[in-house]
């Protein structure tokens, strides 16, 4: 044990010390966060370049209504309203006859002034807008470039709908306060479950919750147990493979058993893991909680989170190092990275699904198959859904079994390998190496 210890020692001061070490604690927080920082920046820098679109109104009924809506959200919603700045583009509405003999030659011509940048857009109404039958149909298209996320498409399609709405009203002969009640809208809270305090007893009210913080919280637990996966267990692959090569490995058999030299790197490993894990978690709660947002810190989920980091790091780095003592060269190691990978890469693919159902099937069953548990698992807790604790006690233990059963067949395969040279690592060699003698 005291060898064990020693050579993690050496492998945890070796990592920390190094510049990649730090460079890493710096770089993580802006790969994590990087793209909720890229949108924040982005709503603050929103373009505000006036917009100008062309509409073809085969029905008739929308000029006057858009060009009045038009001009009330210039004079109302592009300036703030304390600072008088300019944060949204002002709307440049042109109305367009219909060539009802050559429509496709007037979009046409529509379109290369898109293209020239003279237009944003155009948009066409069909003629039964209204009342859409088989000879006069009912559409909206809007003609662009690049649709994705592009604010007047939808300011268009309500503006037209809230007009089709008073329409419809008006021929029913309904008062104005009858029309403004029935268009009248009303949007969802999303609140919480009401609880009980379990230290006073009391009942405590349901709070606002929003989309946000359902997916934020368990996105950034995924990423960070997934990151420190990467920087400390994935590497052994390539470490083992170089301390083989060199000669290194066979100074170091002389004084230590293989297990133990194994054991040593996997738990040099698992201290950089909670080293990196340590600082970031604590600054994380230092920072939510001087920004009031005391309630995104998932206090339940920490410990679980550690655990299953410890055990995930264990199952992986041995797999790790027992492949890279297989290896000859550089080559193999590229060869066997990708499919080593697979059970850190394939709950970053699931991560919608999760979250949306986390007490679903697919959810349940995937949590509790041990490549995925340590991930999927974290995931679910880190919800705002109760997730039955016999599910996370029990993908603890299926997680510590499989991690026994890890160390065991990676042990002996590094034990074979580690002095073999010129043996392709193949699946064949690599049962042959853990289950015969």
């Known amino acids: ?20 070490f730090i460079i890493t604690l710096v770089m993580l927080p802006l790969m994590m966060g990087g793209g909720f920082l890229a949108m924040m920046i982005m709503e603050k820098n929103q373009d505000t370049d006036d917009k100008q679109f062309a509409v073809i109104d085969h029905s008739g009924l929308m000029k006057e209504y858009l060009e009045k809506a038009v001009e009330e959200r210039n004079q109302n919603d592009i300036f703030h309203s304390y600072t008088g700045d300019k944060i949204a583009p002002a709307y440049e509405i042109e109305f367009v006859e219909p060539d009802n003999d050559h429509p496709l030659d007037q979009q046409l011509a529509l379109s ?17 807008i209204l009342h859409p ?4 149909p009912a559409y909206l298209r809007y003609y662009t470039e690049h649709s994705f996320n592009d604010a007047l498409r939808y300011w268009f399609r309500d503006a037209v709908n809230n007009n089709l709405r008073k329409l419809r009203a008006q021929e029913l002969n309904l008062t104005q306060e009858q029309t403004d009640d029935m268009l009248r809208w009303i949007d969802v809270e999303g609140m919480g479950l009401v609880s009980v305090d379990k230290k006073t007893g009391e009942q405590q009210e349901a709070e606002k919750t929003n989309e946000l913080q359902s997916f934020l919280v368990p996105y950034v637990m995924l990423i960070l147990m997934f990151l420190l996966t990467m920087m400390s267990a994935i590497p052994l692959l390539s470490a083992v493979m170089e301390e083989k090569n060199e000669k290194i490995a066979e100074v170091l058999l002389g004084t230590i058993t293989p297990f133990q030299f194994m054991m040593g790197k996997v738990l040099g490993g698992i201290g950089v893991a909670l080293t990196t894990a340590s600082i970031y978690i604590l600054a994380g709660i230092f920072t939510l909680t001087q920004l009031g947002f005391d309630s995104l810190i998932p206090y339940q989920v920490l410990p679980w989170f550690f655990v299953y980091l410890i055990l995930f790091i264990v199952m992986v780095g041995t797999g790790m190092a027992a492949l890279g003592a297989t290896c000859n060269d550089n ?6 990275t990708f499919p080593a990978m697979l059970p850190i890469i394939i709950p970053m693919f699931l991560i919608a699904p ?11 069953s995937m949590s509790l198959i041990p490549p995925f548990t340590p991930t999927m698992m974290v995931i679910r807790l880190a919800t705002s859904v109760t997730i039955p604790i016999w599910q996370p006690i029990a993908g603890l233990l299926g997680v510590i079994l499989f991690t026994l059963f890890s160390v065991w067949v990676g042990a ?3 034990r074979t390998a580690i002095l073999i040279q010129g043996q392709k690592p193949t699946i064949a060699t690599l049962f042959k190496y853990a289950f015969k003698k």
């Open 1 to 20: 044990m005291n060898k064990i210890i020693t050579l993690f020692k050496r492998e945890y001061r070796a990592a920390v010390r190094t510049k990649g």
């Open 112 to 128: 290369n002034r898109v293209k020239s940048a003279e237009l944003h857009a155009f948009i066409e109404i069909g003629p039964g």
């Open 133 to 136: 039958t088989e000879e006069s």
């Open 412 to 414: 002996r395969i590094f």
């Open 354 to 364: 999760v979250i949306s159902d986390p007490i679903g099937p697919l959810a349940t």
């Open 331 to 336: 080559k193999d190691v590229q060869s066997l």
